[in-house]
């Protein structure tokens, strides 16, 4: 069969596909009427509600992924339902995400990965930008990092967590892997200074003192910021993503400089509320123990009488007076299950303060290998 008559099928095969996207648009719309009329009916005043539902997207892409056993590549179906669906909710209602800038980070990647580009972005300069945006409703959901494998928590979003109304709704575990990047003219040997976050150089110390001894490290507000200084220095290069490199017209000099294979950055989905129960749940939690002998014990007790595991623990500063310490927990389970409220109730005789940040859905590390 010539190629013209194979791209006369595909042009008819392409008109198919539209008029099924446009009658799926019409569905989607309807369920976006009736979800309106169902909260109106339940809620007679109060901020409308936000229609994006991401069990139910989740439901979608996972159904849809195990039925791709045809000819079109798995990995690409998530891709194209991802953004059928961001433009099916965008015509229901608008979708405000906020995250922590600039352009080209691994938060916005984040950010896309999950809401795709039918959405509307608001790029902060602060991570106190990003939870502004969420509580003031500027925007209705808001992406930033909460840890990474190598580097620990990322204290000031523990810290505004803690201190603010916002919770957290949905989780996403990136593989964080870091290159060099530099101008098409610069050559390996002549790199002399390398340019990034304070974090991703930490993620990446030993490569660095291993085979760029006697380059200066140059930390910057971003490893987008560290992209954009590479492109103005002759003798310059940036440790950023390498899907940085295309983004800012970069050569990839080394790849995969990360110390640890498995270096990851967990992200958190800020929003007003926390998601429902799935059965397989994390609650992040935030609790200071009394000035008493034994009471974190009897706080670590009332986890483990009741069967919960806790996934993370460590202490914060309390931020309200000095060698005051607040403690995060990650446990698995949700915090309407019947074990974790019984353990919550346990605990609360031991500390001066609870607070739940949030349950949400568990979800396994994913690899980007484009820029979504
Ligand atoms: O099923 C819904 O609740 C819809 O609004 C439809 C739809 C979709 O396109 O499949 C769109 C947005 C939601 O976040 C979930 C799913």
């Known amino acids: 069969m010539s190629i013209e008559s194979l791209r006369a099928q595909i042009d008819a095969t392409d008109e198919r596909i539209l008029e099924l996207l446009n009658e799926r648009a019409s569905l989607a719309v309807a369920i976006g009427h009736a979800k309106r009329a169902a909260h109106t009916a339940a809620n007679k005043e109060g901020a409308e509600k936000l229609l994006r539902d991401p069990e139910r997207e989740r439901a979608v892409l996972d159904r849809l992924s195990a039925l791709a056993k045809g000819q079109f590549p798995q990995h690409a179906v998530r891709a194209v339902?991802?953004?059928?669906?961001?433009g099916c909710l965008s015509l229901e209602q608008p979708l405000h995400v906020?995250?922590?800038?600039?352009?080209?980070t691994f938060t916005q990647m984040a950010a896309r990965y999950l809401f795709g580009l039918s959405a509307q972005y608001r790029e902060a300069?602060?991570?106190e930008g990003v939870f502004d945006a969420v509580r003031t409703g500027d925007a209705a959901l808001g992406v930033v990092a909460i840890e990474n494998s190598t580097e620990g928590s990322v204290t000031l979003t523990a810290d505004l967590l803690i201190e603010g109304n916002v919770v957290v709704r949905e989780e996403l575990v990136l593989l964080i892997e870091h290159a060099l990047l530099a101008r098409d003219s610069v050559p390996f040997s002549s790199v002399q200074r390398v340019y990034s976050h304070p974090q991703a150089l930490a993620q990446c110390r030993g490569w660095l003192t291993k085979n760029l001894p006697g380059a200066q490290l140059v930390q910057t507000a971003s490893t987008t910021a560290a992209a954009r200084q590479a492109l103005l220095d002759t003798a310059g290069a940036a440790v950023a993503s390498p899907l940085a490199a295309e983004l800012h017209g970069?050569?990839?000099l080394r790849e995969r400089i990360q110390d640890r294979t498995?270096?990851?950055?967990?992200f958190v989905v800020l929003g007003k509320e926390d998601a429902p129960r799935t059965g397989r749940d994390r609650t992040s939690l935030a609790f200071s123990v009394k000035d008493e002998r034994g009471a974190l014990r009897r706080v670590l007790s009332a986890f483990e009488e009741e069967g919960v595991n806790l996934s993370r623990l460590e202490s914060r500063p309390s931020q309200q007076k000095p060698w005051d310490y607040v403690f995060l927990v990650d446990l698995e389970g949700h915090r309407t299950d019947d074990n974790v409220q019984r353990a919550l109730e346990n605990l609360r005789s031991a500390c001066d303060m609870v607070k739940v940040l949030g349950s949400y859905a568990?979800?396994?590390?994913?690899?980007?290998?484009?820029?979504p």
């Open 362 to 371: 568990r979800r396994d590390p994913i690899r980007l290998t484009s820029i």
């Open 262 to 266: 498995e270096n990851a950055t967990r």
């Open 98 to 104: 906020a995250f922590l800038g600039p352009e080209g």
């Open 250 to 252: 970069l050569t990839i």
């Open 125 to 127: 300069a602060t991570i």
């Open 81 to 86: 339902f991802r953004e059928v669906m961001s």
